[in-house]
């Protein structure tokens, strides 16, 4: 999904990680500015293509019901898909177009960033807006990952939280860094895995995702991955976690 913050062409969201930090964050930021190497090869294109324009107004889309969400959305409110295609090492789905309230962070530690836009988002649904409002929870916590060109490798990364297709006037943010965003209709490639993630399993599956990909000639962004977190770190059993890539 994409999106742009003003003007700045970021390419798009996040959602992030609840859980629990891991010490390997070297080797996180490592990956991300290897990732293009490590991938299949040809099947890329540059990350200019795909830039799209955040926007801190909502376009107002018209949604589905979300009734019918899948198991692994615990009940809270989720971005409504449809699977267009299923091998045994990911699934294709067509998401329809969606609001989410977004913030971004910049760095080398996937960890550390994550608790920091997580509080920010958090602390929105908790009332840090300009109605005072509480907010109930959706999934998921979306977590754009995109690394930076130079030799520190200091990647960005773009947390949102679903704004729920049930809240029609959300109020403001607060916090002048929190915004909101719209990403449009458009297909995303999914590889799913479960229990506690940490660092090394998100670049594992990213890995095997984006060779997946390649091996079937599916052409997708090469600049950036998302991790998708649905489960409460008190959840112990069934765990669900995704990574993505956004078709081209």
Known sequence: MHLIIEDLPIKIKASASR????????????????????????????????????????????????????????????????????????????????????????????????????????????????????????????VQVEAGPGPACKSNFTQSFFVSTSMKDPPQPSDKTVFFSSFPSQKVFVRTFDGFATEPDWVKNAEALGKALGRDSRSFV????????????FKVLNRHNEVWYIAM
């Open 19 to 142: 859980e629990h930090a891991s010490s390997s964050n070297m080797w996180f930021s490592a990956f991300t500015c290897l990732s293009a190497l490590i991938m299949a090869p040809g099947i890329f294109a540059t990350s200019n293509i795909l830039h799209s324009t955040l926007v801190r107004r909502f376009q107002h889309p018209v949604f589905p019901p979300t009734d019918n969400a899948p198991a692994f959305c615990n009940k809270l409110d989720c971005p409504v898909f449809t699977v267009v295609n299923k091998t045994e090492d990911y699934e294709e789905r067509q998401y329809v177009a969606s609001n989410w309230v977004t913030t971004n962070e910049q760095g080398v530690d996937y960890a550390t960033a994550s608790r920091v836009m997580f509080k920010k988002l958090y602390d929105y649904i908790d009332g840090t807006n300009v109605k005072h409002m509480k907010i109930k929870m959706t999934n998921p916590v979306l």
């Open 222 to 233: 090469q600049s950036s991955f998302f991790t998708a977190e649905y489960d409460s770190p």
